[in-house]
């Protein structure tokens, strides 16, 4: 159902409807998401090979017609583009996967695009408490924008005994590590409530290991999930979270530390890489 010229959020994630996820009815797990069939290449017939299916960092790129999610087009593109990657996915990991609800204590571990999108996430779904940890206090400082009640620099402070300490000693219902870390991992597993639930949204390197004793995992019961781009269903959640920003709910301007020109995308994973932005947006 798309023309030329129609408003769009390109997504990595396009449903087959035919796998085996999809015809369990569970399609934000699709196993064969779609990608544009035919190679993309320059003018001059040089491969190439588009991040994620996307491939972005360009004028022109080409992707399948599921990839294309129609949206609002009141939306400002630099804010709209946004969706289509980190504020989904730590948006998701909060409300999709963490399933984060009304009066629940919430804890977000690394607070970057992606974690401060889950503090969004978990404040717009009625969370009671939503309390930041990270070790920079500007990041901390721009959680409290995103819906953070409280907020742990656990680079002085065991962050384990200060979610304890602020959830009545129990320990937060959901955790979401937006890092990706063994050390992170361990300190969410540690600052759940019994029974609680931990997301892992941050990506961890290929080679780290993670080890913890299995009669904790036994004993506290609950729930350890990974959330793969927010378990999001793209048709479906871009148009809401589009929507709740044109309503003023989600500060999708407040992701946007600055924008760039194609030229400066290199300098800017320099500075994605120094922790100095949560994102830097690039405007043809």
């Not at 607070?111 to 070790?135: E, H, K, T, Y």
């Not at 999708?252 to 994102?279: K, N, P, Q, Y």
């Amino acid at each position: 159902d798309l023309v030329p010229g129609d408003y769009v959020v390109l997504a990595w994630r396009a449903p087959c409807g035919a796998c085996r996820s999809c015809r369990r009815g569970r399609p934000w797990y699709c196993f064969d998401s779609r990608n544009a069939a035919q190679p993309m290449t320059l003018l001059d017939g040089t491969p190439l090979t588009p991040a994620l299916g996307i491939g972005a960092f360009a004028e022109k790129t080409l992707v399948a017609a599921g990839q294309a999610v129609k949206v609002d087009a009141a939306a400002r593109p630099e804010a709209a583009g946004l969706i289509g990657c980190g504020v989904m996915a730590g948006y998701g990991a909060a409300v999709h996967t963490g399933g984060v609800g009304s009066g629940d204590t919430v804890a977000v571990i690394g607070c970057g695009g992606v974690g401060n999108a889950a503090v969004a996430g978990a404040s717009l779904a009625g969370a009671r408490r939503v309390i930041a940890v990270d070790i920079d206090d500007r990041k901390l400082d721009g959680a409290l924008r995103f819906g953070a009640t409280h907020t742990v620099n656990s680079r002085g402070t065991d962050p384990v005994e200060a979610v304890r300490q602020l959830t009545g000693g129990h320990g937060a219902d959901v955790v979401i590590d937006a890092v990706g870390r063994p050390e992170t991992y361990r300190q969410g597993f540690e600052m759940r409530d019994l029974a609680g639930t931990l997301v892992l949204v941050g990506v961890p390197e290929p080679d780290v290991k993670l080890e913890l004793p299995l009669i904790e995992v036994f004993s506290r019961g609950g729930a350890l999930k990974s959330s793969w781009y927010g378990d999001c269903l793209p048709s479906r959640d871009f148009p809401v979270l589009i929507d709740r920003y044109l309503s003023g709910r989600l500060d999708l301007e407040g992701f946007i530390t600055e924008r760039i020109s194609l030229e400066e995308v290199e300098s800017a994973f320099d500075t994605m890489r120094a922790g100095r932005v949560l994102r830097s947006v690039v405007v043809l």
